[in-house]
Protein backbone atom coordinates (compact mmCIF):
# COMPACT_ATOMS: atom_id res chain seq x y z
CA UNK A 1 0.00 0.00 0.00
CA UNK A 2 3.02 2.32 0.85
CA UNK A 3 4.50 1.57 -2.21
CA UNK A 4 1.29 2.26 -4.26
CA UNK A 5 0.53 5.89 -2.63
CA UNK A 6 4.13 6.72 -3.14
CA UNK A 7 3.93 6.05 -6.67
CA UNK A 8 0.38 7.76 -7.35
CA UNK A 9 2.23 10.71 -5.46
CA UNK A 10 4.84 10.76 -8.06
CA UNK A 11 3.02 10.30 -11.28
CA UNK A 12 0.41 13.46 -9.55
CA UNK A 13 3.73 15.77 -9.25
CA UNK A 14 5.10 14.27 -12.37
CA UNK A 15 1.65 16.12 -14.16
CA UNK A 16 2.27 19.28 -12.36
CA UNK A 17 5.77 19.46 -13.42
CA UNK A 18 4.72 18.88 -16.80
CA UNK A 19 2.01 21.47 -16.62
CA UNK A 20 4.67 24.16 -14.97
CA UNK A 21 7.01 23.35 -18.00
CA UNK A 22 4.34 23.96 -20.10
CA UNK A 23 2.64 26.63 -18.89
CA UNK A 24 6.38 28.66 -18.29
CA UNK A 25 7.74 27.94 -21.75
CA UNK A 26 4.64 29.43 -23.73
CA UNK A 27 4.43 32.45 -20.79
CA UNK A 28 8.14 32.78 -21.65
CA UNK A 29 7.66 32.78 -25.69
CA UNK A 30 4.92 35.35 -25.46
CA UNK A 31 5.89 37.78 -22.30
CA UNK A 32 9.96 37.74 -23.13
CA UNK A 33 10.94 40.71 -24.92
CA UNK A 34 14.10 39.12 -26.19
CA UNK A 35 15.50 38.27 -29.07
CA UNK A 36 14.57 35.27 -30.81
CA UNK A 37 17.53 33.24 -30.48
CA UNK A 38 17.66 34.35 -26.36
CA UNK A 39 14.01 33.70 -26.24
CA UNK A 40 14.49 30.09 -27.37
CA UNK A 41 17.76 29.44 -25.28
CA UNK A 42 15.60 30.25 -22.24
CA UNK A 43 12.99 28.21 -23.03
CA UNK A 44 15.43 25.25 -24.16
CA UNK A 45 16.54 25.75 -20.40
CA UNK A 46 13.33 25.71 -18.91
CA UNK A 47 12.53 22.47 -20.65
CA UNK A 48 15.85 21.15 -19.38
CA UNK A 49 15.13 21.89 -15.72
CA UNK A 50 11.71 20.32 -15.62
CA UNK A 51 13.30 17.27 -17.59
CA UNK A 52 15.92 16.86 -15.16
CA UNK A 53 13.37 17.30 -12.18
CA UNK A 54 11.37 14.52 -13.87
CA UNK A 55 14.09 12.60 -13.98
CA UNK A 56 14.96 12.68 -10.46
CA UNK A 57 11.60 12.50 -9.13
CA UNK A 58 11.88 8.78 -10.65
CA UNK A 59 15.16 7.92 -10.38
CA UNK A 60 16.66 9.37 -7.33
CA UNK A 61 13.72 9.80 -5.60
CA UNK A 62 16.15 11.23 -2.11
CA UNK A 63 17.87 13.84 -4.16
CA UNK A 64 15.62 17.15 -4.00
CA UNK A 65 17.67 19.37 -5.17
CA UNK A 66 16.94 19.57 -8.82
CA UNK A 67 12.89 19.32 -7.48
CA UNK A 68 13.79 22.13 -5.55
CA UNK A 69 15.51 24.66 -8.09
CA UNK A 70 12.50 23.78 -10.48
CA UNK A 71 9.92 24.28 -7.70
CA UNK A 72 11.81 28.02 -6.58
CA UNK A 73 12.15 28.76 -10.34
CA UNK A 74 8.28 28.17 -11.16
CA UNK A 75 7.49 30.22 -7.84
CA UNK A 76 9.70 33.16 -9.91
CA UNK A 77 7.70 32.96 -12.86
CA UNK A 78 4.54 33.11 -10.90
CA UNK A 79 5.50 36.07 -8.87
CA UNK A 80 6.89 38.02 -11.81
CA UNK A 81 3.26 36.77 -13.93
CA UNK A 82 1.37 38.34 -10.97
CA UNK A 83 3.24 42.33 -11.30
CA UNK A 84 2.14 41.73 -14.64
CA UNK A 85 -0.23 45.25 -14.90
CA UNK A 86 -2.60 46.19 -18.21
CA UNK A 87 -1.62 49.80 -19.99
CA UNK A 88 -3.03 52.16 -22.02
CA UNK A 89 0.29 54.15 -23.08
CA UNK A 90 1.64 51.71 -25.48
CA UNK A 91 2.66 51.61 -29.30
CA UNK A 92 -0.93 51.59 -30.57
CA UNK A 93 -1.97 50.41 -33.78
CA UNK A 94 -3.98 53.16 -35.74
CA UNK A 95 -7.07 51.03 -35.69
CA UNK A 96 -7.48 50.35 -31.94
CA UNK A 97 -5.33 54.13 -31.09
CA UNK A 98 -8.00 56.00 -29.79
CA UNK A 99 -10.51 54.76 -26.24
CA UNK A 100 -13.96 54.65 -26.61
CA UNK A 101 -15.60 57.14 -24.40
CA UNK A 102 -19.13 57.33 -24.09
CA UNK A 103 -21.39 60.03 -21.52
CA UNK A 104 -25.05 59.33 -20.67
CA UNK A 105 -27.79 62.25 -20.91
CA UNK A 106 -30.99 60.96 -20.21
CA UNK A 107 -31.85 58.96 -23.18
CA UNK A 108 -29.51 60.22 -25.26
CA UNK A 109 -25.53 58.93 -25.23
CA UNK A 110 -23.00 61.15 -26.53
CA UNK A 111 -19.75 58.56 -28.09
CA UNK A 112 -16.57 60.34 -28.89
CA UNK A 113 -13.80 58.43 -31.22
CA UNK A 114 -16.14 55.77 -33.20
CA UNK A 115 -14.18 54.78 -35.90
CA UNK A 116 -14.81 54.90 -39.83
CA UNK A 117 -11.75 53.93 -41.35
CA UNK A 118 -12.46 53.87 -45.00
CA UNK A 119 -10.39 50.57 -45.84
CA UNK A 120 -8.49 49.91 -48.95
CA UNK A 121 -6.26 46.97 -47.46
CA UNK A 122 -5.41 45.97 -44.24
CA UNK A 123 -1.95 48.21 -44.76
CA UNK A 124 -3.71 50.91 -46.78
CA UNK A 125 -6.52 53.13 -45.42
CA UNK A 126 -7.77 56.63 -44.00
CA UNK A 127 -8.57 56.73 -40.31
CA UNK A 128 -11.01 58.80 -39.29
CA UNK A 129 -12.53 58.97 -35.90
CA UNK A 130 -15.96 61.16 -35.00
CA UNK A 131 -18.20 61.83 -32.35
CA UNK A 132 -21.87 60.89 -33.12
CA UNK A 133 -24.66 61.00 -30.89
CA UNK A 134 -27.87 58.57 -30.50
CA UNK A 135 -31.05 58.85 -28.78
CA UNK A 136 -32.02 55.75 -27.13
CA UNK A 137 -35.78 56.32 -27.53
CA UNK A 138 -35.21 55.70 -31.15
CA UNK A 139 -33.53 52.56 -30.77
CA UNK A 140 -35.15 50.05 -32.69
CA UNK A 141 -32.97 46.76 -33.30
CA UNK A 142 -29.89 45.24 -32.35
CA UNK A 143 -27.99 41.96 -35.00
CA UNK A 144 -25.74 39.39 -33.86
CA UNK A 145 -22.92 39.22 -36.68
CA UNK A 146 -19.99 36.56 -36.64
CA UNK A 147 -17.43 36.79 -38.73
CA UNK A 148 -15.38 33.80 -39.41
CA UNK A 149 -11.64 33.55 -40.31
CA UNK A 150 -10.68 29.75 -39.39
CA UNK A 151 -13.32 27.31 -40.44
CA UNK A 152 -16.81 27.13 -38.76
CA UNK A 153 -15.78 26.49 -34.96
CA UNK A 154 -14.31 30.33 -34.50
CA UNK A 155 -15.89 33.65 -35.35
CA UNK A 156 -15.43 37.04 -34.29
CA UNK A 157 -18.40 37.92 -32.43
CA UNK A 158 -19.91 41.68 -33.20
CA UNK A 159 -23.10 43.42 -32.32
CA UNK A 160 -25.03 46.33 -34.41
CA UNK A 161 -27.44 48.42 -32.95
CA UNK A 162 -30.41 49.96 -35.14
CA UNK A 163 -32.03 53.10 -34.78
CA UNK A 164 -35.33 54.42 -37.30
CA UNK A 165 -33.11 56.78 -38.83
CA UNK A 166 -30.89 53.99 -40.52
CA UNK A 167 -28.26 54.88 -38.83
CA UNK A 168 -26.30 51.94 -36.88
CA UNK A 169 -23.02 51.50 -34.42
CA UNK A 170 -21.23 48.08 -33.93
CA UNK A 171 -19.84 47.26 -30.76
CA UNK A 172 -17.12 44.77 -30.95
CA UNK A 173 -14.48 43.94 -27.94
CA UNK A 174 -11.24 43.13 -29.30
CA UNK A 175 -7.17 42.86 -28.17
CA UNK A 176 -5.69 46.26 -28.75
CA UNK A 177 -2.94 45.15 -30.44
CA UNK A 178 0.23 47.19 -30.50
CA UNK A 179 1.58 48.40 -33.97
CA UNK A 180 2.94 45.87 -36.30
CA UNK A 181 1.19 43.36 -33.57
CA UNK A 182 -0.81 39.92 -34.53
CA UNK A 183 -3.18 38.25 -32.87
CA UNK A 184 -2.30 35.03 -30.91
CA UNK A 185 -4.87 33.04 -29.63
CA UNK A 186 -2.52 31.40 -27.68
CA UNK A 187 -0.86 34.48 -26.60
CA UNK A 188 -4.56 35.65 -25.27
CA UNK A 189 -3.73 33.25 -22.35
CA UNK A 190 -0.90 34.63 -21.26
CA UNK A 191 -1.63 38.50 -20.53
CA UNK A 192 0.09 39.54 -24.02
CA UNK A 193 -3.02 41.71 -24.82
CA UNK A 194 -5.23 44.50 -23.45
CA UNK A 195 -8.48 44.69 -24.76
CA UNK A 196 -10.32 47.46 -26.19
CA UNK A 197 -14.24 47.75 -27.31
CA UNK A 198 -14.41 49.47 -30.34
CA UNK A 199 -17.72 51.16 -31.56
CA UNK A 200 -17.74 51.26 -35.44
CA UNK A 201 -19.56 52.30 -38.47
CA UNK A 202 -20.61 49.10 -40.22
CA UNK A 203 -19.45 50.21 -43.05
CA UNK A 204 -15.50 50.20 -41.64
CA UNK A 205 -15.80 47.21 -39.11
CA UNK A 206 -18.10 45.27 -40.97
CA UNK A 207 -17.00 45.52 -44.70
CA UNK A 208 -12.93 45.67 -43.78
CA UNK A 209 -14.04 41.93 -42.43
CA UNK A 210 -15.72 40.95 -46.22
CA UNK A 211 -14.01 43.06 -48.33
CA UNK A 212 -10.61 43.38 -47.23
CA UNK A 213 -9.94 40.44 -44.71
CA UNK A 214 -11.49 37.87 -46.64
CA UNK A 215 -13.96 36.71 -43.70
CA UNK A 216 -17.50 35.35 -44.16
CA UNK A 217 -20.15 36.70 -42.61
CA UNK A 218 -23.64 35.79 -40.76
CA UNK A 219 -26.05 38.63 -39.46
CA UNK A 220 -28.20 37.42 -37.08
CA UNK A 221 -31.83 39.69 -35.65
CA UNK A 222 -32.14 39.66 -32.08
CA UNK A 223 -35.38 39.14 -30.55
CA UNK A 224 -34.77 41.63 -27.89
CA UNK A 225 -37.39 43.73 -26.42
CA UNK A 226 -36.96 47.53 -26.58
CA UNK A 227 -36.52 47.95 -22.63
CA UNK A 228 -33.75 45.28 -23.12
CA UNK A 229 -32.22 46.58 -26.03
CA UNK A 230 -31.52 50.02 -24.07
CA UNK A 231 -29.87 48.11 -21.27
CA UNK A 232 -28.15 46.17 -23.46
CA UNK A 233 -26.85 49.20 -25.23
CA UNK A 234 -25.88 50.65 -21.71
CA UNK A 235 -24.01 47.73 -21.00
CA UNK A 236 -21.52 48.21 -23.71
CA UNK A 237 -21.48 52.15 -22.48
CA UNK A 238 -20.85 51.09 -19.13
CA UNK A 239 -17.55 48.13 -20.61
CA UNK A 240 -16.67 51.76 -22.36
CA UNK A 241 -16.40 53.41 -19.71
CA UNK A 242 -14.44 51.08 -17.53
CA UNK A 243 -11.78 50.46 -19.88
CA UNK A 244 -11.48 54.57 -20.29
CA UNK A 245 -10.76 54.25 -16.46
CA UNK A 246 -8.88 51.25 -16.13
CA UNK A 247 -7.40 48.94 -19.31
CA UNK A 248 -7.85 45.30 -18.46
CA UNK A 249 -6.27 42.34 -20.27
CA UNK A 250 -7.60 40.04 -23.01
CA UNK A 251 -8.02 36.87 -21.94
CA UNK A 252 -9.11 34.00 -25.03
CA UNK A 253 -11.22 32.20 -22.62
CA UNK A 254 -12.36 33.97 -20.05
CA UNK A 255 -13.14 37.95 -21.32
CA UNK A 256 -13.25 37.80 -25.05
CA UNK A 257 -15.52 38.51 -27.90
CA UNK A 258 -18.21 36.41 -27.21
CA UNK A 259 -18.11 36.50 -23.26
CA UNK A 260 -18.58 40.01 -23.13
CA UNK A 261 -21.85 39.42 -25.12
CA UNK A 262 -23.24 37.12 -23.23
CA UNK A 263 -22.11 38.73 -19.97
CA UNK A 264 -24.22 41.49 -20.87
CA UNK A 265 -27.13 39.19 -22.22
CA UNK A 266 -27.11 37.29 -18.59
CA UNK A 267 -27.86 40.53 -16.73
CA UNK A 268 -31.08 41.10 -18.93
CA UNK A 269 -32.00 37.21 -18.62
CA UNK A 270 -29.73 35.81 -15.37
CA UNK A 271 -31.27 32.22 -16.10
CA UNK A 272 -29.02 32.05 -19.48
CA UNK A 273 -27.80 28.34 -19.00
CA UNK A 274 -23.60 28.09 -20.12
CA UNK A 275 -22.67 26.06 -22.45
CA UNK A 276 -19.81 24.92 -25.18
CA UNK A 277 -20.75 27.37 -27.95
CA UNK A 278 -20.04 30.17 -25.85
CA UNK A 279 -16.40 28.93 -25.68
CA UNK A 280 -16.73 27.55 -29.61
CA UNK A 281 -18.01 30.57 -30.64
CA UNK A 282 -18.72 29.94 -34.33
CA UNK A 283 -21.94 28.10 -33.14
CA UNK A 284 -23.04 31.47 -30.73
CA UNK A 285 -25.99 31.54 -33.05
CA UNK A 286 -27.09 28.12 -32.76
CA UNK A 287 -27.11 28.58 -28.88
CA UNK A 288 -29.01 31.80 -29.37
CA UNK A 289 -31.17 30.64 -31.39
CA UNK A 290 -32.08 27.63 -28.65
CA UNK A 291 -32.64 30.35 -26.53
CA UNK A 292 -35.02 31.95 -28.32
CA UNK A 293 -32.97 34.85 -28.61
CA UNK A 294 -33.36 35.03 -32.05
CA UNK A 295 -36.11 36.28 -34.46
CA UNK A 296 -39.11 34.33 -34.54
CA UNK A 297 -41.16 32.41 -37.17
CA UNK A 298 -38.05 31.00 -38.75
CA UNK A 299 -36.47 28.21 -38.45
CA UNK A 300 -32.25 28.48 -37.79
CA UNK A 301 -31.42 27.27 -41.64
CA UNK A 302 -33.45 29.75 -42.55
CA UNK A 303 -31.96 32.60 -40.67
CA UNK A 304 -28.64 31.33 -41.82
CA UNK A 305 -29.16 31.23 -44.95
CA UNK A 306 -30.63 34.52 -45.42
CA UNK A 307 -28.40 36.22 -42.66
CA UNK A 308 -25.41 35.26 -44.92
CA UNK A 309 -24.02 38.96 -45.96
CA UNK A 310 -20.54 38.00 -47.34
CA UNK A 311 -21.46 38.20 -51.24
CA UNK A 312 -23.89 40.82 -50.50
CA UNK A 313 -21.13 42.87 -48.91
CA UNK A 314 -18.67 42.36 -51.30
CA UNK A 315 -20.87 43.97 -53.93
CA UNK A 316 -21.47 46.69 -51.90
CA UNK A 317 -18.72 48.02 -51.75
CA UNK A 318 -18.19 51.46 -50.39
CA UNK A 319 -21.93 51.95 -51.04
CA UNK A 320 -23.32 54.59 -48.61
CA UNK A 321 -26.40 52.22 -48.23
CA UNK A 322 -24.04 49.63 -47.60
CA UNK A 323 -26.08 48.34 -44.21
CA UNK A 324 -28.99 48.21 -46.39
CA UNK A 325 -27.82 46.48 -49.33
CA UNK A 326 -26.04 43.57 -47.12
CA UNK A 327 -29.40 42.90 -45.37
CA UNK A 328 -31.52 42.87 -48.44
CA UNK A 329 -33.68 39.73 -47.59
CA UNK A 330 -32.50 39.20 -44.14
CA UNK A 331 -35.32 38.54 -41.60
CA UNK A 332 -36.25 41.47 -40.18
CA UNK A 333 -35.37 43.93 -42.81
CA UNK A 334 -38.94 42.96 -45.01
CA UNK A 335 -39.99 40.23 -47.10
CA UNK A 336 -37.54 37.30 -47.19
CA UNK A 337 -36.88 36.26 -50.93
Same mark, same amino acid.
Given at each position: ?17 ? +? ?5 ? @? ?15 ? +? ?103 ? *? ?55 ? +? @? ?16 ? +? ?72 ? *? ?39
Amino acid at each position: MSRLLRRAGRRALSALIL +IAAAWGG @LAIHFLFDLAPPLRWTV +IVVWLGAASVALWSLWRRPRQWLPLGGFALAVGALLAWWWTLQPRQDRDWADDVARRLQAQVHGHRVVLRNVRDFDWRSDDDYTPRWETREYDLDHLVSADLALS *YWMGPAIAHTLVSFGFDDGSRVVFSLEIRKQRGESFSALGGFFRKFEQTLVAADERD +I @LRVRTNVRGEDMYLYRLA +IPPAELRRLFLGYVRTAQDLDRAPRFYNTLTSNCTTVVFHLARSIDAGLPLDWRLLLSGYLAEYAYDQHGLLPG *YDFATLKRLGHITARARASGDAADFSDRIRAGMPGEGTPP
